[in-house]
């Protein structure tokens, strides 16, 4: 997760016009979608919503299930990426090729867009005709009746997410240990996601779902032993340059003995 929020060197009113942009531009979008859906209801715009419900499918059963699926293959990818790129950024593999700001900034967004697709996987799945799951079930691992441990292990995961991504914003308050205490939690919600997906998911049995899994795991798995043995050594030349340090302070502070 990011440590940094970028230090913009852009005047306040470059921020603000694109604040006001961005605002117009959602604020816009909403309008219209609010207007194009307000008309569909309407006798004139009956054929439109008929064609575009074809188009998308969204009048059979199976419509839901498509989207809660590709969300939730979409949200493993990113949330994957996120971690991925996380755990690549203090190796300085980046260095020279990407803005130290930009690669904190992209982890950062890529983590929330990935929670972003969690919740439209899980907001879809309420929805859904066939197999529709309640809040209690969304939200209390292993009470669904659907592949319960498998769908609880992705409800965990999506908590250790949520927590570490907070902890993120929280950094200040609780101190540079306990958010990397908290970030290390990705991993284990990674497992939780991989082993939801894995086996929860309708897609698991196509080669490219299978390609997938073990593609991303093996890269995290070589990620987080390289990771490991890379902490272990930076800490292993800290300590010898610390006793380094020390024993040069005492000696210059011995004091010089005369020789007769
Ligand atoms: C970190 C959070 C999560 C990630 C990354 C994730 C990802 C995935 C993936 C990749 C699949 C397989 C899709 C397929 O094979 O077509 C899946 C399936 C599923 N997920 Fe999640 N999920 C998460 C959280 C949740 C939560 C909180 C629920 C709540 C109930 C949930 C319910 C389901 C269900 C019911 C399926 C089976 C859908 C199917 O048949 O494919 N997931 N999820």
């Excluded at 032993?225 to 302070?249: I, P």
Aim: charged fraction near 10%; aromatic fraction near 16%.
């Amino acid at each position: 997760m990011p440590s940094t929020i970028s230090a913009s060197k852009s005047n306040p009113y470059t921020q603000w016009f694109k604040a006001f942009s961005a605002m117009t531009l959602a604020g816009g979008l909403f309008v219209g979608i609010m207007i194009a859906l307000w008309f569909m209801q309407t006798p004139q715009g009956a054929p439109v919503a008929y064609s575009l419900q074809s188009l998308f499918a969204m009048n059979t059963v199976q419509a839901w299930w498509y989207i809660t699926r590709a969300a939730g293959l979409m949200s493993y990818f990113l949330l994957w990426l996120s971690m991925v790129w996380g755990m690549v950024i203090p190796t300085k593999f980046f260095q020279g090729v990407v803005e130290g700001t930009f690669a904190y900034d992209f982890h950062e967004f890529l983590s929330l867009l990935g929670l972003g697709f969690v919740l439209l996987h899980v907001i879809v799945l309420m929805l859904d005709q066939y197999l529709p799951f309640s809040i209690a079930e969304i939200t209390i691992p292993f009470i669904d009746s659907y592949r319960p441990l498998w769908v609880g292990l992705g409800i965990i995961g999506f908590y250790l997410f949520l927590l570490v991504t907070v902890t993120f914003y929280m950094r200040r308050t609780i101190g540079l240990k306990a958010f990397r205490a908290f970030h290390v939690l990705s991993i284990v919600g990674y497992l939780g996601a991989t082993l939801h997906g894995l086996f929860a998911g309708t897609d698991s049995a196509l080669p490219v779902a299978k390609f997938l899994y073990a593609g991303t795991f093996l890269i995290v798995s070589f990620l987080t032993v390289y990771w490991l043995v890379f902490g272990a050594l930076a800490k292993r030349e800290q300590a010898s340059a610390e006793a380094a340090r020390v024993m040069a302070q005492r000696r210059a502070h011995r004091p010089r003995q005369s020789h007769r």
